[in-house]
């Protein structure tokens, strides 16, 4: 292991890491609210919405992210041309939105319809039977799967290098393509992702063990 090449690399592999933890927890956000809505549809009584949406679903979980990442960045209609960070993060919001959405969906479905029928017998709207009855029972159902999906996200979000984010993956290829040493580069690129992945994971561990005290 030459420690040298890693310190004459080192601003590279923290400007790389900061890029792809920003555009992976931005992607997170945009894909948790686009997902939630995108399950509300799912649930909706009109059967139009339902079909569309699942539609939406069915193609975001069915294709390849390469494959979004190509035709945002390459192919966006109406000569609109994105750079490539917001195509990488319109690209994985979109993608993750479409599995988010399913474990959001999953959760609402889990809480017992008997609960959602008293707050609508006590007078509560839709709204208010959301946010105050069915979502905050469905969060304990939805949180591991949720963080094990963003896990995935953050691993997936090398792939933007491709369309030349500087992302960690496009410095560390940066880094071999000058120094050609394959375990300084690519060790560091595996022990920053590790780090990072762990951080979300100690993450849910936390706001599990916070969730079970409260339900106590």
Sequence with gaps: ?????????WPIYLQGAFTSFRI??????????IGFFIALMRLSSFRLLRSIFFVYVWIFRGIPIMLVLFWVY??????????????????????????????????????DKGQQEAAEAVGMNPWQKMFRITLPQAVRIILPPYINNSVIILKESAQVSIITV???????????????????????????????????????????????????
């Excluded at 609109?80 to 959760?107: D, H, N, P, Q, Y």
């Design 166 to 216: 500087p992302d960690l993956m496009l410095g560390v290829q940066r880094a071999y393509n000058s120094t050609y040493s394959v375990a300084e580069t690519l060790g560091v690129a595996g022990a920053i992702y590790l780090t990072m992945t762990s951080s979300l994971m100690l993450f849910q561990a936390f706001v599990e063990k916070k969730l079970r005290m409260n339900k106590k």
């Design 74 to 111: 390459y192919a966006t209609p109406f000569g609109i041309k994105l750079t490539a960070f917001v195509a990488g993060l319109t690209a994985m919001s979109m993608t993750s939105a479409a599995f988010k959405s399913e474990i959001i969906r999953a959760g609402l479905m889990a809480v």
């Design 1 to 9: 292991m030459n420690w040298d090449i890693i310190e004459n690399y």
């Design 24 to 33: 992976s927890i931005s992607a997170i956000i945009c894909a948790t609210i």
